[in-house]
């Protein structure tokens, strides 16, 4: 308070004097659960040192960025966090052992509260949120391949989508073919040209694979004719789980070679279920970027000439494809809580532990979900970091109201 007390004084002092200097002034602003450093032009006689330079401009135009914008394409401002609105969550009681890896079960009130105002028809009336119909086919999604509803392995509701796949695939240079792979291909208002500029995907992933395959593991799939998005996991040459998640694009830097992010945590664990998010600009709205989210961390923002777009373009599509396998291979993901959205559509329900009773003032680590619903939620405890304790809980629900602290016994 005195140093934006002092900051008012030099700028007074300034303007009564006729001076006015134009210099670099670095804030933050809270993105989602990150930080990104926005800079601004103030006419203020404050001079540099006050506040560091922005290292990199996350908000780029000719008027509004005070440093050099990265090489290539200006970047779009990076999506923002939705106004919390609705009901605070409540957690009345807390069951199982503080301690690395014990499964807690938190019961109360409001911590799904999911928002559907800005979702696409396809998901915000029917069943197809969530896998709640009788079958895929009936719930509207085509290009239906080695997929179906399972009520035994599920994260909210009362099933998911499981893929299943198995045996040697291997990749024919000659014509393309000889791929592995589960699809769903899923008709939102985009893929056709129409609806909002952005388009926000989410699903939650969860696998139990004895290996992986060893080449183009494609996630999510947009195209048009010459427009078109992949993202992917990194495949690893010698089968092991992937480290990162990219994106390729057609009017990326470097052609379509892929950006790539690191994953969270680390190579993808069997058994756990892992939050994917991505952002993009469908062709023909400008100010294009591709940004991807996983655990609510971002872990891609990459500028583009272009975004995925009609003609030609039948739907869009989850798990399309991959290459080499061997012939023991077996794989199982499931997928559940998958939606499109006009704006980021986040965690279902973002569960949090601390060593800080003061939200934001200690160190926070995000805990995966075992299982999701409005008045209860599972998940097996993460302290890492966190030191000896104490340790307080947090739920923030899917409007963004964030539950009071609760100390973890």
Request: aromatic fraction near 12%; proline fraction near 7%.
């Amino acid at each position: 308070m005195k140093r934006f007390a002092w900051l008012l004084l030099l700028a007074a002092s300034a303007l009564a004097h006729g001076v006015v200097i134009p210099v670099k002034i670095c804030v933050t602003v809270p993105i989602g659960d990150t930080v990104s450093p926005i800079c601004a032009t103030h006419n203020l006689t404050i001079p540099d040192t006050v506040c560091p330079v922005c290292p990199t401009c996350t908000v780029c135009g000719p008027v509004d960025c005070s440093v050099s914008c990265p090489t290539g394409a200006p970047t779009p401002a990076p999506s923002p966090a939705p106004t919390p609105t609705g009901t605070v969550p409540n957690i009345t009681a807390v069951a199982g052992l503080t301690a690395q890896g014990q499964l807690i079960t938190v019961s109360g009130s409001a911590f799904l509260q999911e928002n559907k105002a800005n979702w696409d028809p396809f998901f915000s009336a029917g069943s197809a949120y969530g896998f709640e119909g009788a079958s895929p086919t009936g719930d509207q999604y085509d290009a239906v391949s080695c997929a179906s509803y399972d009520s035994s392995v599920k994260l909210m509701g009362s099933q998911s989508i499981k893929f299943h796949d198995s045996g040697q695939h291997i990749h024919d240079y000659t014509t393309g073919g000889g791929n592995g792979g589960c699809m769903l291909g899923w008709q939102v208002q985009a893929v056709f040209g129409t609806g909002p500029a952005d388009v926000y995907l989410r699903a939650y992933s969860r696998w139990n694979n004895n290996s992986w395959p060893d080449s183009a593991i494609k996630y999510w799939w947009m195209s048009g004719s010459s427009n078109y998005a992949y993202y992917n996991l990194a495949a690893q040459a010698d089968g092991s789980a992937p480290t990162q998640w990219g994106v390729s694009t057609s009017g990326g830097a470097g052609g379509d070679a892929f950006h790539w992010g690191n994953i969270p945590g680390g190579a993808i664990k069997n058994n756990r279920w892992y939050l994917f998010e991505a952002h993009f600009r469908r062709m023909g709205s400008g100010g294009y970027i591709f940004e991807g989210w996983i655990d609510n961390q971002l872990v891609l923002s990459i500028p583009s000439s272009d975004g995925p777009g009609p003609p030609n373009t039948k739907e869009w599509e989850s798990n399309v494809n991959y290459w080499n396998t061997t012939a023991s291979f077996v794989s199982d993901q499931w997928q559940d809580g998958f939606a499109v959205s006009s704006t980021r559509i986040g965690p279902a329900a973002l569960i949090e532990v601390s060593n800080n009773a003061v939200y934001g003032q200690g160190v926070t680590v995000y805990q995966a979900p075992q299982f999701l619903s409005d008045t209860s939620l599972q998940f097996a405890l993460d302290l890492s970091g966190l030191g000896a304790g104490p340790y307080f809980l947090w739920v923030t629900n899917n409007q963004g109201q964030r539950s009071a602290a609760f100390a973890l016994k």
